[in-house]
């Protein structure tokens, strides 16, 4: 199947430094996801991006497929950052239905 | 609009005991997920539903059940719990295909003795 692999494992940053999130695929894909986990658990979709660059707010994420890879750029991070970051990709089963294929995360800690 | 929630939030079972974890969702979506988290691992899919009535086996289904009865619910079952199968389990919907996002529930955080 595909392999999804995430760089940095763990990154410890001082709040309103900027940071980068690299996620790399076996293979091509048509569908990519970045999700953060909250230190309460909680898995919030952060971006679906196949292909290209989105913003959102100070959140960014550029997936250029044809390399099989994607960034999430962090901005001036604030404490509210801090989790777990994972990538996903989309993988085919057997039954012909794709689903997704995680990453094993980036855990992030920005401190104050 | 609840979104996705699971039922229950925490759970203690002895081997060999069995349970169900309930999966529901108020956003008319078609399809349903079936995520455990082990540290260190990422999410590994369970099972998932692409409708009502349908399941099939995601990438670690060994030791587990799953039923679509309702559009709105997915159940995940474990007839006869193992110390391995302890884990944080995340269910997760989507509207259609991997074009929509997935959103996840809180998660139920599962021990087994």
């Known amino acids: 199947g595909i392999q999804v692999e995430q760089s940095p494992p763990d990154l410890i940053l001082q709040e309103g430094a900027n940071s980068t999130l690299r996620c790399n695929f076996s293979d091509s894909v048509n569908n990519l996801q970045w999700f953060h986990q909250n230190p309460w658990g909680q898995l919030i979709n952060l971006f679906y991006i196949p292909s290209g660059t989105k913003q959102n707010g100070r959140l960014s994420a550029t997936t250029v497929a044809t390399e099989r890879y994607s960034l999430l750029y962090i901005s001036s991070s604030q404490t509210t950052d801090s989790g777990v970051y994972f990538c996903?990709?989309?993988?085919?089963?057997?039954?012909?239905?794709?689903?997704?294929?995680f990453g094993k995360g980036t855990m992030l800690l920005v401190s104050p | 609009n609840a979104g996705v929630t699971q039922t229950p939030k925490f759970r203690v079972l002895k081997t060999g005991q069995s349970m169900t974890l309930l999966c529901a969702q108020d956003?008319?979506?078609?399809?349903m997920y079936w995520y455990r988290q082990d540290p260190g691992m990422g999410l590994r899919l369970i099972h998932y539903s692409v409708g009502e009535g349908t399941t099939a086996k995601g990438e670690v289904p060994d030791g587990y059940n799953v039923s679509r009865l309702k559009k709105q619910n997915f159940l995940l079952g474990l007839e006869s719990a193992a110390p391995s199968q302890t884990s944080v389990y995340f269910c997760a919907s989507s509207y259609s295909d991997l074009s929509y996002e997935q959103y996840f529930g809180p998660g139920t955080r599962l021990t087994v003795t």
């Open positions: 996903a990709v989309e993988s085919f089963m057997n039954s012909g239905y794709s689903t997704l294929t």
């Open positions: 956003m008319n979506h078609e399809y």
